[in-house]
């Protein structure tokens, strides 16, 4: 199905060898070193989860005492949430996002590589203080007075809040990278009505990045003063629950940050699944614009029990409640997409379906909690852990493993094989069910989260020993994914380029696509370019199905688009070398300032090298 | 990048860099917005503002900066203007004399730093915050003269004028929001 190659001078920018990925600047290149990065932090995660659920298989001390199991819990969930799901579904929408919309790059290529390395190597900055035997022990919440100097002494809580700084400009990096492409970077015929809902749900993660990053950003800072300048914005002299409202206007966000691509990776597989198009485009873009508005309008339903006052309870009870309503607009669309289609079952489906059905049942204990006189008995119980991982791990992994499973022919050139999916599916539908379901039911039991023992003699041994056998599970089929990927790679079975009978643009370039996506620039005349492609000129209705007049030169749409010379360009190492000065930068203003005057200097050279490289190409551009 | 602009795309209605530099700076605003959120929220925490015994600040110091930088965002404009005229010199020369306000404003900073009697947490609170929020700004007011940097480079190294004006473009956008968080920093700070 791909262009032929009509004359377009294309310049060669792929290296080999490591040092071609070091330097690379093409965005798919980027987006499987963010899969590949987010994938290994995944493993050490899990890892971490799985020595949570040892030390609870009984009541005592298995394995660790309190003060290394608050490590753990720590950097569990600090590890799933900034170094796994939010950087993995950068990678995917790195990956993606430019060729659903026909472009041959992000808009800022360079800056693309610079988040990705911001995002390494923070994330390796804030695992060194593994090293520094001093590691974050305060939850991935980090509230003070736990956090603060007092009660947080040691390096490792500085560590984590300077990781999470590099961490976060790298992420607010690509979230700009993002927006500026999908609003620039669009092929001609390709209106805002006509763009894949998974590009539209990287838009407003985007979006939301933006207006919520920054704002942690500052906390991190407030209360990395505290703890090193004898500051007390949230100390005594301060006020401590400052941080909490700073902390969750980034992190109730950042749920919908981690959970937006899933929504959107679902409604690309839908569709294709069902044999229809997606029911209801415009209300699933409007619910997904919805929810990023109503995100950060709700995040004081984290703090119901600090004590603010009745009407801003009231207020955010309301928010919390209303959210759920565009995202049942949402599960609505999607099952209208599948009613009446000709489905089949393949492994995306299958996480897809286990998506809907999981992430359901997570939507729905949030309403519960939504609700302030029940949440001020669930708050801090296990009920909200089953919650959150019903909707992280429900929602965001069975998406993510969707997503992986849907696109990795388009990735790799080959499929992976359907005979283990299945088994990886259903052992992973079953073991994550088995951990997590017993936890609402011990959550209102009373069991308290974040500690390192329980009780015995409260009846909950069984389901904490039911908990651990399900983590086991899903620790085996996750190996299963493994086994799944190594198998495949050494079977190299062909895909060809749309395996799947695509709807979306991808699917119209070679897979892996070259370079520079496509030889010829696509044109847009449906929310289905390559269904019109594929069931030729007959089917391909005229440009009204998106609504609006499109923009650009798409009255020359049906006519074959003209093949042009696509300059990308050349790889840079100067990105990762910023980026490693900052990381650099960071790290020695916490440690010893001759490496934070060290940083700085390497991440000055590589600023100058990158305003150098800028002009040379534009001069070269001029030339031509 | 304009590397990747082709002929069979419509150019985009703002550039990439000038697009990327409005969304970077709406998060900017976003950090101050924070910050500022901070300073209202740790203002209810003491009886009076200014508060009993605060070290007063120097108003004829604050008043001439902000007039320092309100000079330099009118000189910003105007040497935009002349790389859009295609007056490359005085393009560089409008930009050298911007960078050269923002220098003078930042040494006015230092000068109420010092009045303030430099970084004593322990001082208490408005001192503190005071040279929070201005510590802040006078860190994004030096990324502001960084910012000029590409568009000088363009002048200095005889670039077409319409390169130097894409990138001063770019840069003022980033000058005049420092501006406008100063101002905004200021009300928040002398607000009843």
């Known amino acids: 199905m791909s262009d032929p190659m009509e004359g377009g001078v294309v310049a060669a920018r792929w290296r080999r060898g490591p040092l071609g990925w070091l330097a690379t600047v093409d965005h798919k290149r980027i987006g499987l070193l963010y899969i590949a990065a987010a994938s290994v932090f995944f493993v050490l995660g899990g890892l971490l989860a799985l020595l949570i659920r040892s030390e609870l298989w009984s009541p005592g001390y298995q394995l660790m005492g309190p003060e290394t199991y608050n490590r753990v819990l720590t950097m569990h969930g600090t590890t799933m949430i900034f170094l796994f799901v939010i950087p993995f579904l950068a990678g995917l929408g790195n990956y993606f996002a430019p060729l659903m919309i026909g472009a041959p790059d992000m808009a800022f290529p360079r800056l693309n590589a610079l988040s990705f390395w911001l995002f390494l190597f923070g994330g390796v900055f804030l695992y060194s203080s593994f090293l520094t035997g ?18 947080g002494a040691g390096a ?9 700084i590099v961490i976060g400009s790298g992420s607010l990096v690509g979230a ?12 001609p015929g390709m209106s805002w009505g006509r763009i894949p809902v998974f590009v539209w749900t990287v838009f407003v993660m985007g979006q939301m990045v933006l207006f919520a990053t920054p704002m942690l950003t500052g906390g991190l800072i407030l209360l990395l003063f505290d703890r090193n300048l004898g500051t007390s914005f949230f100390g005594s002299a301060g006020y401590p629950v400052l941080w909490q409202h700073i902390f969750w206007f980034y992190s109730h966000p950042a749920v919908y940050i981690m959970i937006l691509p899933a929504f959107g990776v679902i409604s690309e597989i839908l569709p294709v699944f069902s044999r229809k198009p997606i029911f209801g485009y415009k209300a699933l873009v409007g619910a997904t614009v919805a929810i990023g508005v109503l995100g950060f309008m709700v995040w004081a339903h984290h703090m119901f029990t600090v004590g603010l006052n009745p009407t801003a309870q009231m207020v955010f009870l309301v928010a919390t409640m209303a959210i759920g309503v565009p995202t049942g607009v949402k599960f609505f669309n999607w099952i209208a997409t599948m009613w009446g289609g000709s489905i089949s079952f393949p492994a995306p489906m299958k996480f897809a379906l286990g998506f809907l059905s999981m992430f359901l049942i997570g939507g729905i204990s949030g309403i519960f909690q939504a609700s302030t006189p029940l949440d001020l008995q669930l708050h801090d119980s296990y009920f909200i852990v089953a ?9 965001s992994i069975f998406g993510i493993f969707a997503g992986a499973y849907y696109w990795w022919p388009k990735m790799f050139g080959h499929r992976l094989g359907e005979r283990l999916a299945g088994w990886h599916f259903w052992l992973m539908l079953v073991g994550f069910n088995l951990t997590f379901f017993p936890m609402h039911l011990l959550g209102l039991d009373g069991m308290p989260r974040r500690v390192s023992d329980y009780p015995a003699g409260r009846g909950w041994e069984t389901w904490n020993q039911v908990e651990t056998v399900g983590a086991y599970m899903l620790g085996v089929a996750v190996l299963l994914f493994c086994a799944n990927v190594l198998l495949a790679a050494r079977r190299r079975e062909p895909a060809g380029d749309d395996p799947w009978q695509g709807n979306t643009l991808e699917w119209l370039t070679s897979s892996p696509p070259p370079a520079h996506n496509f030889h010829t620039p696509p044109t847009v005349t449906s929310l289905r370019p390559a269904r019109d492609r594929r069931l030729g000129p007959d089917h391909a209705p005229a440009a009204r199905e998106g609504g ?18 696509i300059h990308l360009p050349e790889p840079t190492p100067w990105p990762p070398a910023l980026a490693l000065g900052t990381t650099l930068l960071a790290a020695g203003l916490i440690t010893t300032l001759v490496v934070a005057v060290a940083g700085s200097l390497l991440a000055a050279v590589a600023l100058l090298m990158l305003v150098r490289e800028d002009l040379a190409l534009e001069r070269e551009e001029g030339a031509r | 990048m304009t590397a990747l602009a082709n002929a069979a795309r419509p150019a985009p209605r703002r550039p990439n860099a000038l697009l990327g530099m409005l969304v970077f700076v709406t998060a900017e605003c976003m950090f101050f917005v924070g910050l500022g959120f901070a300073a209202l929220q740790l203002r209810r925490t003491v009886p009076a503002w200014p508060p009993e015994g605060a070290p007063g600040l ?4 604050i008043l001439a900066s902000t007039a320092i930088l309100l000079a330099s965002s009118v000189t ?24 050269a306000l923002g220098g003078a404003f930042l040494a006015a900073q230092a000068r109420q730093f010092v009045l303030l009697g430099g970084w004593r947490p322990a001082e208490g609170l408005y001192g503190t915050l005071f040279e929070l929020l201005a510590g802040f700004h006078g860190l994004h007011v030096l990324v502001g003269l960084l910012a000029w940097a590409p568009a000088l480079a363009a002048a200095r190294w005889k670039h077409p004028a319409r390169t130097v004006h894409a990138r ?4 003022e956008l980033y000058w005049h929001f420092v501006t406008l968080v100063w101002l905004a920093l200021l009300a928040l700070w002398f607000m009843p």
Do not use: C, K
């Open chain 1, 134 to 151: 001093s590691v974050a022990n305060a939850g991935w919440t980090s509230y003070p007075p736990l956090a603060g100097a007092t009660y």
């Open chain 1, 156 to 164: 490792g809580i500085d560590y984590w809040l300077m990781g999470l």
């Open chain 1, 176 to 187: 700009i990278n993002f927006i500026v492409t999908i609003w620039n970077m669009r092929a």
């Open chain 1, 387 to 395: 919650h959150l991982h019903y909707v992280l791990f429900g929602g």
């Open chain 1, 548 to 565: 609006r007049e499109p923009h650009g030169n798409a009255a020359a749409a049906p006519a074959r688009a003209q093949a042009v010379a």
């Open chain 2, 58 to 61: 120097d108003v004829p110091v």
């Open chain 2, 76 to 99: 910003a404009r105007r040497a935009v203007e002349h790389a859009r005229r295609d007056e490359r010199a005085a393009a560089g020369r409008g930009m050298l004399v911007t960078v």
């Open chain 2, 168 to 171: 001063a473009l770019v840069g």
